[in-house]
């Protein structure tokens, strides 16, 4: 099949939707009418739809008819990389979590989600995916010491986590020290509900831990970095696993 054909189904099919979602019931002669298909390509598409979980009802016989079930759905999102991360991230962390409410479905919501992405963006977010680590819950040692980080600095940690920038922090230590350092933000760990950032810390030439609740300001520099290995640094970040 062609892309041109590939692209007109999935037209089609968005259309389909749509009409069902607009109205409580359809009669095949009249889809057929506003699409400008016969039945055959209808009852294909329809089939294809099924396939892919949306709740479409047939009805056959005189007076039967087409119809969404509950008229409800996602429609088609266009998100950025970092949206989807967050969303993906959401849904593996209520499954880590392992509550027993919707569990069952997580799984599945999860797989639909990502296969609806195109081939760029599928390898994009699985390469992200790799770097991103839920844990178990935080000790009630650490919780007593967690304050939740500002907004801004969750904001420019992601930024620069997502988009590989290298970045200049000032971070606290567990003593109340602070320091400045040039850092590479390479993995995320999650002990629920602290974010470390697991980094290569250019200030030091070694690879460091950082509690993102500890860090006071954050600066995006304008240079990347790469992720060459993910074995080597999988290593290299080995003992900051054992500790937590």
Request: glycine share 6%.
């Amino acid at each position: 099949m062609g892309k041109g054909s590939l692209k007109d189904k999935q037209h089609r099919h968005s259309l389909i939707l749509s009409l069902l979602r607009n109205e409580d019931f359809w009669t095949t002669e009249l889809l057929c009418k506003n699409l400008s298909i016969g039945p055959r390509t209808l009852m294909r598409d329809l089939s294809e739809l099924r396939e892919l979980g949306h709740p479409i009802e047939s009805e056959r016989g005189r007076g039967g008819g087409i119809s969404l079930k509950g008229r409800w759905g996602l429609t088609k999102l266009l998100l950025n990389n970092e949206e989807i991360i967050s969303m993906l991230v959401s849904l593996a962390i209520v499954d880590a979590i392992g509550t027993p409410l919707f569990g069952e479905n997580l799984k599945s919501i999860r797989k639909r989600i990502s296969d609806s992405f195109p081939f760029e963006q599928k390898e994009l977010i699985k390469n992200l995916r790799k770097r991103i680590f839920i844990g178990k819950s935080a000790s009630r040692d650490i919780l007593n010491s967690y304050s939740p980080p500002k907004s801004s600095i969750l904001n420019n940690m992601s930024r620069s986590f997502f988009l590989q920038k290298i970045i200049s922090i000032s971070y606290k230590d567990a003593k109340g020290i602070i320091t400045e350092r040039t850092i590479e933000p390479k993995i995320l760990l999650l002990n629920w509900p602290i974010w470390y950032f697991l980094c290569w810390d250019k200030s030091k030439n070694d690879s460091r831990l950082f509690r993102i609740d500890r860090i006071e300001k954050v600066k995006i520099l304008n240079y990347n970095f790469k992720i060459n290995n993910m074995k080597n640094m999988m290593k290299d970040f080995e003992d900051y696993f054992e500790q937590l």
